[in-house]
């Protein structure tokens, strides 16, 4: 396992046995990226980033391994958005966060 | 409706008959899959979201305390305290076959080795609470890894199987149908030309012979 991240946050995923590595901003986490997948099966990397490089984090998903996992870093919740825009895409309908809209 | 551009022949008929009969069975299969998989869908989605909750809860948590231990101590001994896992992860990753589509299954086996990576006298508490829930989460965080990506490889294929029931049923299957029904009745065109032909013919030969 392994995180990218934009801060020192990252560092404590250390004291968990992940590998952390530290990005400056999209460019550089993408770089990361990009040589990670090839190595780890489960990579975390903070919201802000997921956002940014959404476009590029969709080819993810043709293939079981790598799994890249937004995690929350207090910009916004990207996590969420990934799954409601799923459930858009796949069903059409809102079935977990229709009533917290209204 | 397009018909498609064959020649209305006995022989083509029968194979039109044959790919409609197809069509049609294909076209109830993906229907039926497409509904299990939806169904399968809801269920990995409501889990994504309560495990994703949790995580984040988990995590918030976490991050202050480690904010707030890194505040109370030095840089080099932050770095030092938190570089050293304390808990190995084991993942046992491997793939199963959801309605047909590989997905990752996650098993996480942590390992707590009990104690602490560094010496109580210099750390903070807080890096202690810190560093636990920050265990806690990752466990969490390679689950919800597993059915996010089930989700998103789940919600790719309902999409995908959608297109292809769509494309069955609104194009394919009346477009069969239609040049069936195109054949069917120049077939019984010619025969009744055929028949009318012969009747005059007769007809004529009838009259020809003088009676």
Known sequence: MAIIGNGDNVLAFKAGGVDAFTA????????????????????????????????????????????????PDGDGDFGMELLRTAMERALGVDILFGREDK | MARLNVNPTRM?????????????????????????????????????????????????????????????????????????????????????????VMVPDIEVKADHRGGMPYSYAQITSEADYSVRRITDAITILAQLAAV?????????????????????????????????????????????????RLMKVKSMINEKNGD
């Open chain 2, 12 to 100: 083509e008929l029968k194979k039109l008959k044959n790919r409609h009969k197809t069509a049609v069975r294909g076209h109830k299969l993906l229907k039926d899959k497409s509904d299990e998989m939806i169904r399968r869908f809801s269920v990995y989605i409501k889990e994504n979201k309560r495990l994703r909750e949790q995580a984040t809860a988990i995590l918030k948590d976490a991050l202050t305390q480690f904010a707030n231990a890194r505040a109370l101590m030095g840089e080099a001994e932050t770095e030092n305290a938190f570089s050293m896992p304390s808990t190995s992860l084991e993942l046992n990753l491997s793939t199963q076959s959801v309605m047909n």
């Open chain 1, 24 to 71: 400056k901003d999209a460019q550089e986490a993408r770089e990361y990226l990009r040589k990670l997948a090839k190595e780890y099966a489960v990579i975390f990397m903070t919201d802000g980033f997921c956002r940014e490089l959404s476009q590029y984090l969709k080819r993810f998903n043709e293939t079981a391994y790598p799994i890249i996992v937004p995690v």
């Open chain 2, 148 to 196: 996010e990506k089930k989700v998103q490889m789940l919600a790719d294929e309902i999409v995908r199987n959608k297109r292809r029931v769509n494309a069955l049923e609104y194009v394919m299957i009346p477009q069969l149908e239609e040049t069936i029904h195109y054949i069917t009745s120049k077939l019984g065109e010619d025969e009744r030309s055929a028949l009318t």
